[in-house]
């Protein structure tokens, strides 16, 4: 059982302190609360127990608020600090949320107005909790054998990997598009005795029938129209390694009789070569198709079948390991910010909610490149259910409305000033709800909106300012 996220009250006035824990508890039963009178207290309590959000008083004798904030924060870089300040001292609280605070409060402080402050920051920290466990975890499976995933299933995978990989028998690697069997053959290939060799892949289909029997097999001179040299085939490159036959089921009958030779006598004949050349080459043979049903109509030899399935690794599709999908996501828009050169992203546990109850069809590869999608097309650094649903429908328009019918017809001249007027509002709001942490007070000063105006900007666009925090 986990413990319950916890809230520190620190004010020097045992009476205020101690009112606050007494008014806010039933306010928030899934917390625990308690109260420190001084910041080197608090400070203390900090070093000794983990705490998600710290409530301080600004002005304090010894350490004042904001010479605690920077220290508080150096022991617990997540805490979530708000701070309670008089009206004579906005000018330090802004101060204060530069310097990584949460969120500030003045005096007279409402009980149900903190409360909710407090909430939010809870969920902020489970938010973060959530992430730091999600990449530690991904950096364990990166470590273990880059096959992301912690499921039931995931761990069965691994297990047949790690058995696999110990012999030197053919392996068939079997599972839908996008299940990531390349993935699963780099594994058997760095865990088994040849990782050290070459790792050769091959994808049948990819080449014409005509020649691929001189892809794998190698030809010599003037074995046909174009052979100006000797080739050596895959065969021959990979001796001492391991080769992967990707999607074998599509190879065509002519290829299929010479990889059974190749199979049982461990030696190639190159096309238009009377001689054979030993090889030592570990086969790994991957397939979405049903070869029991290809063997069943002719289309596949069913002595090569068993060849090929001496031993079996079945990759289960996402559908059957949806547990794993925080993990994929999280893992993936690492990546993909990486890739396009941005600072990090988060999901929201929501979104990590929507992607896991979403079909895919396409499996891992698909879920990769929705989350590309998504880290092209969302605002803020934060992605919640509702950048996930407007990313779902295509539009990616990042739910901003066009200045036209999808029919191409222009929009009345009204109606497409207000969509324009409501785009760049969007994006405005969006870029200062990023720049001031989704703090509202200090988005007010920084626009020079009134708090009220702008609450209710967000309110009309659907904006929540806890996504930005």
């Known amino acids: 059982m986990t413990d319950k996220p916890r809230v520190l009250i620190v004010d020097d006035q045992p009476d205020f302190a101690k009112g606050l824990v007494r008014l806010l508890t039933p306010k928030l039963p899934g917390a625990g609360l308690s109260c420190v009178l001084s910041g080197e207290a608090a400070l203390a309590d900090l070093a000794a127990r983990p705490c998600d959000v710290m409530v301080t008083d600004l002005r304090m004798p010894g350490l004042t608020g904001l010479d605690l904030l920077p220290k508080a924060l150096a022991l617990a870089p997540n805490l979530g600090v708000v701070l309670v300040t008089a009206h004579g001292d906005i000018d330090s609280a802004v101060l204060a949320l530069k310097a990584g605070a949460y969120d500030f409060l003045t005096k007279p402080v409402d009980s149900d107005h903190l409360a909710r402050v407090i909430a939010k920051g809870l969920e902020r920290a489970a938010l973060l909790g959530e992430n730091r466990r999600l990449r530690a975890a991904v950096a364990a499976c ?258 901003e409305q066009r200045d036209d019918d999808d029919d191409g017809t222009a929009a009345p001249y009204l109606e497409a000033k207000a969509q324009v007027v409501d785009a760049f509002t969007r994006r405005y709001v969006e870029r200062l709800l990023g720049q001031t942490r989704g703090n509202i007070s200090e988005a007010a000063r920084v626009s020079g909106l009134e708090r009220v105006s702008l609450q209710k900007i967000l309110r009309r666009l659907g904006i929540a300012a806890e996504g930005f925090r």
């Not at 001796?239 to 074998?248: R, T």
């Not at 063997?295 to 059957?320: A, H, M, W």
């Not at 895919?360 to 919640?384: A, C, K, M, Q, Y």
């Open 142 to 399: 990166r470590a273990d054998s880059g096959l992301l995933g912690q499921s039931p299933a995931m761990r069965h995978v691994k297990d047949t990997i790690a058995a696999v990989a110990a012999s030197d028998y053919t392996v068939l690697i079997r599972g839908e598009s996008g299940t990531g069997k390349e993935l699963a053959a780099r594994a058997i290939h760095a865990l088994s005795r040849r990782a050290g060799g070459h790792f050769l892949s091959v994808n049948c289909p990819a080449i014409p029938d005509q020649i691929l029997e001189s892809e794998l097999f190698g030809h010599v001179r003037g074995a046909f129209t174009g052979a100006e040299r000797d080739r050596r085939g895959l065969f021959v490159a990979a001796n001492g390694g391991i080769l992967v036959l990707d999607e074998i089921g599509d190879i065509p009958m002519s290829v299929q009789t010479k990889l059974l030779r190749v199979l049982q006598e461990r030696e190639v004949r190159p096309v238009g070569s009377s001689k054979s050349i030993p090889v030592d080459v570990r086969i790994l043979a991957s397939t979405n198709q049903d070869l029991e049903a290809r063997i069943s109509d002719k289309t596949f030899r069913e002595d090569l079948y068993y060849r090929l399935n001496v031993l079996t690794l079945r990759l289960p599709p996402l559908r059957e390991r949806r547990d794993d999908i925080p993990l994929l996501a999280t893992a993936f828009l690492e990546r993909a910010c990486r890739e396009m050169g941005l600072g990090d992203k988060e999901f929201t546990p929501e979104g990590l909610a929507a992607l896991t109850g979403r079909d895919w069809p396409g499996n891992v590869r698909e879920l990769f490149n929705f989350v590309r999608r998504l880290t092209v097309f969302s605002h803020g650094d934060v992605i919640n259910a509702a950048a996930v649903a407007d990313a779902d429908t295509g539009s990616g328009n990042g739910g």
